[in-house]
């Protein structure tokens, strides 16, 4: 089955730099990637997703790239606010149609 | 508000029970999935069902079940309960079986087991 590697498990910046979280994927077969965040005793909320037929996407402050040769895709969050301190699932979704999640990165905005 | 509801909110019982947490989809969504967060962990998947027919299964144990009814709403079963079985218990429901878009997910039941 699908296996979803991020990293880190945590992230701490200062308020208006940028963050990157890292996924791999190891199911060649897997042609959607969304990006969730969980807000502290909240549900995940999608916040950015892509497509295997599209090679990066953005909105507003947060980009997402993938590259499909090397199974990987990366969130990108510009000018941090403490507001963005969350934790953020990267998930990826192969052609059994099951949604496989990494582990989490709890992204720490520091004031 | 997602539009998917779960019940109950919390839920305390002690260990070798049985308890069922209830899904509601949004309106109009035929898929449901049943993921478990344990505490400072991950959303482990554990089945998807589509319009009454289960379509993926994770890591789901065998002293667990889950059924979708013809009205759409899913039942997730826990037997035998363990201390490891407490976790948040997340539902989420899609439109479309093979739609690669949003998953909407329910407030989660927290389970506690004592």
């Known amino acids: 089955g699908e296996n979803v590697e991020q990293h880190p498990s945590t992230l701490s910046v200062q308020e208006g730099d940028s963050a990157v979280i890292k996924c791999t994927y190891s199911d060649s077969a897997s042609n959607y990637f969304p990006w969730y965040k969980q807000e502290l005793g909240k549900r995940p909320q999608l916040i950015i997703d892509?497509?295997?037929?599209?090679g990066e996407k953005k909105d507003q402050r947060i980009a997402v790239t993938l590259n499909k040769t090397a199974k990987h895709f990366s969130l990108h969050i510009t000018e941090t606010q403490p507001e963005d301190s969350a934790v953020y699932f990267c998930?990826?979704?192969?052609?059994?149609?099951?949604?496989?999640f990494g582990g989490g990165t709890r992204l720490m905005v520091k004031p | 508000d997602s539009g998917v509801t779960q019940t109950p909110k919390h839920l305390i019982t002690a260990t070798g029970q049985r308890v069922t947490l209830r899904c509601s989809p949004r309106?109009?969504?035929?898929?449901v999935y049943w993921y478990q967060q344990s505490l400072d962990q991950g959303l482990q998947f554990l089945i998807q069902?589509?319009?009454?027919?289960?379509?993926a299964k994770g890591n789901i144990l065998e002293r667990f079940s889950a059924q979708q009814f013809p009205d759409l709403h899913s039942e997730l079963n826990l037997s035998s309960l363990e201390l490891g079985d407490s976790a948040l218990y997340f539902c989420?429901?899609?439109?479309?079986?093979?739609?690669?878009?949003?998953?909407?997910f329910g407030e989660g039941s927290r389970l506690t087991v004592l």
């Open positions: 989420a429901s899609s439109p479309r079986q093979g739609n690669t878009g949003e998953l909407f």
């Open positions: 998930a990826a979704k192969n052609a059994g149609n099951m949604l496989t």
């Open positions: 069902y589509y319009n009454g027919e289960e379509r």
């Open positions: 309106s109009g969504d035929l898929s």
């Open positions: 892509i497509r295997s037929n599209v």
